[in-house]
């Protein structure tokens, strides 16, 4: 039988009533307990790393996280991470860029009511996210409401619906049906060598939703806040304004100063491709990073992962642009 260790980190699945709101507060054991059906899926042994919110989960948490992931996949089949919901998806990227050559499952899950209410999604997700973790699919996933999805490609879409996420740009991997693990898509290639760990991170990164009217005054004015990666989503197809409140030099200025300008889509799904339009490819003529299709959320953790590394912009340019565990399928000629 396999081994599995759960890590808690808090989150809505382990929320009671407090004094102002819901809280974490019940462990992994106690969680597990409520779940008779585990019985005789595989061992399982429960670590609570941390009980948070998940709103409160930062680049301090990520690292936390991937360390007791990375050890605990030394001596078990694979991993449970019960988390908040609200962060989770940024917490499965940051996973993914951290843990290379992963040969086993780091599962995700977590629930939008808590375990001990009478309706929670909490159980199931759980069961099921055990059932995926001893099917022998390796790599970071979200397992919720049934679906297995790529952690690198997922994204929280609803506030309170049990169908919380979705998969971007990406098929979803599979499913689990009536305790069943359904893989539905390729899986990728089980990597070669030993796991290995690579928690360096600079979270001094800052994401911009343009709106019409977007004061170029803007960029300048946070970069003195020693900023050294900006994220800009742009409009469509990654589009950025080049008329009378033009933002084009403003980028360049600060690609002249070494920030790393990252161009991406607001729209959910479809991803950028900045060759189309003249708004996009004088963003690319300006010398930013393109997006391509990836979600918001693998490009904060990926910028981050990359300055975490080196001080050199092309060095960045190149770490974004390489597609380490399929978080973007768009290439252009950039």
């Not at 694979?78 to 992963?102: E, K, P, Q, W």
């Not at 991997?173 to 359904?182: F, K």
Request: charged share 25%; hydrophobic share 40%; proline share 4%.
């Amino acid at each position: 039988m396999k081994k599995i260790l759960l890590l808690s980190t808090g989150g809505t699945i382990a929320s009671a009533s407090g004094e102002d709101g819901l809280v974490p507060k019940l462990s992994g054991e106690e969680m597990i307990k409520l779940i008779p059906e585990l019985e005789g899926i595989c061992e399982i042994d429960c670590r609570e790393i941390m009980n948070f919110d998940s709103t409160n989960i930062q680049p301090e948490e990520w690292i936390i996280i991937g360390r007791e992931a990375f050890e605990g996949l030394k001596k078990y089949d694979g991993v449970v991470i019960t988390h908040g919901t609200d962060t989770m998806a940024y917490s499965a990227c940051a996973l993914t860029f951290m843990l290379r050559n992963l040969n086993k499952p780091v599962i995700f899950t977590g629930s939008q009511l808590p375990i001990e209410h009478p309706q929670t999604d909490g159980k199931r997700n759980i069961l099921d996210a055990f059932k995926v973790a001893v099917s022998g699919l390796a790599g970071v996933y979200i397992v919720f409401d049934g679906k297995i999805i790529k952690g690198v490609r997922s994204s929280k879409v609803r506030a309170l619906g049990f169908d919380a996420f979705k998969s971007i740009n990406y098929p979803y991997v599979g499913r689990v049906e009536n305790g069943n693990v359904i893989i539905e898509h390729g899986i990728d290639k089980m990597p070669e060598g030993q796991v290995e760990l690579d928690d360096k991170f600079d979270p001094r990164v800052l994401l911009f939703k343009l709106t019409p009217g977007f004061l170029p005054e803007v960029i300048p004015a946070v970069l003195k806040l020693g900023l050294r990666g900006l994220i800009i989503e742009g409009f469509g197809l990654g589009g950025i304004p080049n008329f009378r409140r033009n933002i084009i030099p403003e980028i360049e200025k600060a690609l002249k100063e070494g920030i790393a300008v990252v161009v991406t889509t607001q729209c959910l799904f479809d991803g950028s491709d900045l060759t189309v339009y003249e708004v996009g490819v004088k963003a690319l003529k300006a010398g930013v990073i393109p997006g391509y299709d990836m979600t918001t959320e693998a490009i904060i953790t990926k910028l981050m992962w990359a300055l975490g590394h080196t001080d050199k912009l092309e060095e960045v340019r190149k770490i974004m642009m390489t597609n380490y565990a399929g978080e973007f399928s768009i290439i252009k000629n950039h």
